[in-house]
């Protein structure tokens, strides 16, 4: 039985969990065939974008990384290098690959700011779908720690995402964020907690 609710410190007594499998940085156009290869046959992917945060009042920056992940390798494509190709804009855009985020709707509004007339499609909400089939808490790290028993860092959330060089860490968190929400998905799916957001 899946909780649909949980404390902080229970969250903090949980294993520590991460993405095992392999993490490919994409910051040449050269690369981007490579994932549209490895993406375009998959039902189902993982996704998050990351954004360096200001702590300027009224500024904001544009989004600099694009998460996209299967449970054994994942992209981190990096837009403030290499702007949005056309081809990836379409696999954002096609109802053939389901995209799985949580708060998804701030990601595709950052991502619009990058194309003119850019048309998501196939993107599934867990915060948005799961609060409507009764979860309390929702968020990565709180859907991670009821639904796959494991606590994930956050550490890096706040760390300069357009620096010259990404560090291990920053690579790390990014790939697990994307990878998670497609774990939480299948477990979830595969014990049936999903089918009334299918239904509705």
Same mark, same amino acid.
């Given at each position: 039985?899946?909780?649909?609710?949980?404390?902080?410190?229970? $969250?903090?007594?949980?294993?520590? &969990?991460?993405? =095992?499998?392999?993490?490919? %940085?994409?910051?040449?156009?050269?690369? /981007? #065939?490579?994932?549209?290869?490895?993406?375009?046959?998959?039902?189902?992917?993982?996704?998050?974008?990351?954004?360096?945060?200001?702590?300027?009042?009224?500024?904001?920056?544009?989004?600099?990384?694009?998460?996209?992940?299967?449970?054994?390798?994942?992209?981190? $494509?990096?837009?403030?290098?290499? &702007?949005?190709? =056309?081809?990836?804009?379409? %696999?954002?855009?096609?109802?053939?690959? /389901? #995209?799985?985020?949580?708060?998804?709707?701030?990601?595709?509004?950052?991502?619009?700011?990058?194309?003119?007339?850019?048309?998501?499609?196939?993107?599934?909400?867990?915060?948005?779908?799961?609060?409507?089939?009764?979860?309390?808490?929702?968020?990565?790290?709180?859907?991670?720690?009821?639904?796959?028993?494991?606590?994930?860092?956050?550490?890096?959330?706040?760390?300069?995402?357009?620096?010259?060089?990404?560090?291990?860490?920053?690579?790390?968190?990014?790939?697990?964020?994307?990878?998670?929400?497609?774990?939480?998905?299948?477990?979830?799916?595969?014990?049936?907690?999903?089918?009334?957001?299918?239904?509705?």
């Amino acid at each position: 039985m899946i909780p649909k609710k949980i404390l902080k410190t229970e $969250i903090m007594d949980l294993p520590l &969990g991460q993405f =095992g499998g392999e993490i490919v %940085l994409v910051d040449n156009l050269s690369q /981007v #065939k490579d994932v549209i290869k490895e993406l375009s046959g998959e039902n189902l992917i993982g996704f998050d974008t990351e954004t360096r945060p200001s702590f300027t009042k009224g500024r904001q920056h544009q989004v600099a990384l694009l998460q996209l992940a299967t449970k054994d390798i994942a992209f981190l $494509i990096r837009l403030n290098q290499i &702007g949005m190709p =056309g081809v990836i804009r379409e %696999l954002l855009e096609t109802k053939q690959v /389901v #995209k799985i985020g949580a708060a998804v709707r701030d990601d595709l509004k950052a991502l619009g700011k990058l194309r003119e007339k850019f048309a998501p499609q196939s993107f599934y909400d867990l915060n948005e779908e799961l609060k409507r089939v009764g979860f309390e808490n929702v968020g990565v790290r709180n859907l991670a720690a009821m639904v796959l028993n494991m606590r994930i860092s956050k550490s890096e959330q706040v760390s300069n995402w357009e620096a010259p060089v990404l560090s291990e860490k920053q690579l790390l968190y990014a790939a697990t964020d994307a990878w998670v929400c497609l774990e939480i998905y299948n477990k979830l799916s595969f014990q049936g907690y999903l089918e009334e957001t299918f239904n509705q």
